[in-house]
């Protein structure tokens, strides 16, 4: 059992992005005690690494309908009106917030001091405000930094959660609870129980699950992993957004090239020169993510290239130097200079578009649980995610979700009885990492191939019988040794593989993100969401109406 002293967090946040630092400074502003929990430092993941921004429509010629529609068009009549409109309304709140916290959003110096918004894929105006071409890192630095020296706010670095626990494990017969988390510590290797009134679950999405991947190590979709398996619906999970333009060099690791580099002029090109966007639509480079990762991957098939180009050359070098610094290093880096030279991409895996089941407070099926950012499905995204609509999602959500828990918090008792301990008493140390390691290697390579951009029934159903091999093994080395990190990861990213194949293979037309040659159209113009329900659904009723005032 665990220790009587064992301490009680009154809110534990799992992950450290904008969307877990967001609930997590707003709660300690109210008064409220929070714990995080980082799988790696504190910074290290998604959110650190956004190049592009977030939209707002703060623009003269803008306005919250345009972006309201727009990002209806991008998600394919998936999106939820209700939370759509919810989150561009509060949209300028949560940026004059950011800005309060310190963060420096590029402007316009000869404007008086305007911000200047650029465009991105989907958009129908300037909308995006950013930080140069290192948005990510600006916010999580400034918000990193202000956590750190908050009192109410303490960050455990290296603490990867491994499962949630629920009332039902330890009295079966109470009302359903999330009641804490079981938590790998990297650098002790303990394992311990760490109980907690409420539980927000910040922790990214599944990049990972794919071979190429814009994503950092840290996204393995364990937050979605450990709410299916406590009871939670997930939903949309066949919607994977595949960036359309990585940099492609053997030693790059799919370097992210923002799509504001098309917003501002970049022209997509093919090995002779010649433009080719403008035949499979006529936005052309500024079309949605989904439209022009399909064409890439299309035009290299047909071609038999391993990549495209992508070409802002043509813009003076003063402007290139100023608006993309850190992608212009990077490319230097790998040999290539944007300045003069068009640069080769390719897609890669980028975002999760589904996730689990929540409202737009953030509430869980399981009471006491909140999910927020990539690992949740709001409705926001729908079948494919607009541009910058992202980490405006985080910064809106987190805001609701602090102010729902921060009102109820007071009506959940702590859990007056010990957890139960993590029980190692019949494992052994694991004499087959090699074997872990090319497991992981199969999946990523398998879910590249069977469940990438172009996907068709047959190619799905390979996927799925992988998988389920893949699952007995990995369900015998969770039982039987101890575990690690590596061994945790894979054991997540193979459950929510599955998820994405389920989904899938659910659903039978072609819609935003999820084509399959098989059904190549769509269903109707009233398509539904895809939502699993876990064998242990805990079968709580949201209400997918609130409003937050």
């Not at 393995?220 to 992993?225: K, L, P, S, V």
């Not at 805990?538 to 005032?549: A, H, I, K, T």
């Amino acid at each position: 059992m665990t220790p009587p002293d064992t301490q009680q967090y009154e809110i534990l946040v799992v992950g450290t992005g904008l969307a877990g630092l967001t609930v997590a400074l707003h709660l300690a502003e109210a008064g409220r005690q929070v714990t995080m929990l980082a799988k790696r430092s504190v910074t290290e993941g998604s959110s650190y690494y956004a190049q592009g921004g977030i939209a707002a429509a703060i623009g003269t010629a803008d306005s919250f309908k345009d972006h309201i529609d727009d990002t209806l068009d991008a998600g394919a009549g998936l999106c939820s009106p209700t939370t759509v409109d919810f989150i561009v309304r509060n949209a300028p709140e949560g940026v004059d917030w950011l800005i309060g916290q310190g963060v420096d959003f590029s402007r316009i110096h000869d404007q008086g001091e305007s911000f200047h918004l650029t465009r991105e894929g989907g958009h129908s105006h300037r909308r995006v405000l950013h930080s140069e071409d290192a948005t990510g890192r600006v916010i999580e630095q400034t918000l990193a930094d202000s956590a750190n020296r908050h009192p109410r706010i303490r960050v455990l670095e290296h603490q990867l959660a491994i499962d949630l626990i629920a009332s039902s494990r330890v009295e079966p017969a109470s009302q359903n609870r999330c009641l804490g988390v079981y938590a790998l510590n990297l650098e002790t290797g303990i394992v311990e129980a760490l109980p907690a009134r409420c539980v927000v679950l910040a922790s990214g999405g599944a990049g990972k699950a794919y071979l190429y991947t814009s994503n950092p190590d840290t996204a393995t979709g364990d937050g979605i992993a450990m709410a299916w398996r406590a009871g939670c619906r997930v939903a949309n999970m066949e919607f994977i957004q595949f960036h359309p333009t990585c940099l492609y060099h053997p030693q790059a690791k799919t370097f992210l090239i923002s799509e504001a580099v098309r917003g501002e002029g970049g022209r997509l090109l093919l090995p002779d020169g010649s433009r080719f966007m403008t035949r499979h639509d006529e936005r052309a480079e500024l079309a949605p993510r989904d439209i022009v990762a399909r064409a890439i991957d299309y035009e290299m098939k047909k071609h038999g290239i391993d990549s495209v180009f992508l070409d802002i050359s043509h813009k003076p070098d003063t402007f290139i130097e100023q608006h993309f610094p850190n992608i212009l290093s990077a490319c230097l880096k790998y040999g290539y200079d944007m300045r003069t030279q068009p640069i080769p991409t390719v897609p890669a895996a980028h975002y999760t578009c589904g996730g689990v089941v929540t409202d737009i407070r953030g509430r869980s099926d399981l009471p006491g649980l909140y999910a927020i950012g990539e690992c949740a499905s709001t409705g926001m995204h729908g079948a494919n995610r607009l541009a910058s609509n992202s980490l405006l999602e985080c910064l809106v959500l987190g805001k609701s979700a602090a102010g729902d828990i921060d009102g109820n918090l007071d009506g959940w008792l702590e859990y007056g009885n010990s957890l139960p301990a993590w029980d190692e008493s019949r494992v052994s140390d694991p004499d087959e990492q090699i074997v872990v390691s090319h497991n992981w290697d199969e999946l990523r390579r398998f879910m590249w191939d069977y469940v990438g951009i172009v996907r068709t029934t047959k190619r799905l159903r390979r996927a799925h019988h992988r998988i389920k091999l893949l699952s007995d093994e990995i369900r015998d080395f969770y039982s039987n040794f101890r575990i690690n990190n590596d061994l945790i990861e894979l054991r997540n990213l193979v459950l929510v593989s599955d998820l994405i194949v389920q989904c899938a293979l659910a659903r039978q037309e072609s819609r935003g993100l999820h084509y399959t040659l098989d059904f190549p159209g769509k269903i109707s113009e009233n398509s539904k969401d895809t939502v699993l329900v876990p064998m242990n659904f805990v079968g709580r009723q949201l209400d997918p109406n609130w409003s937050y005032s």
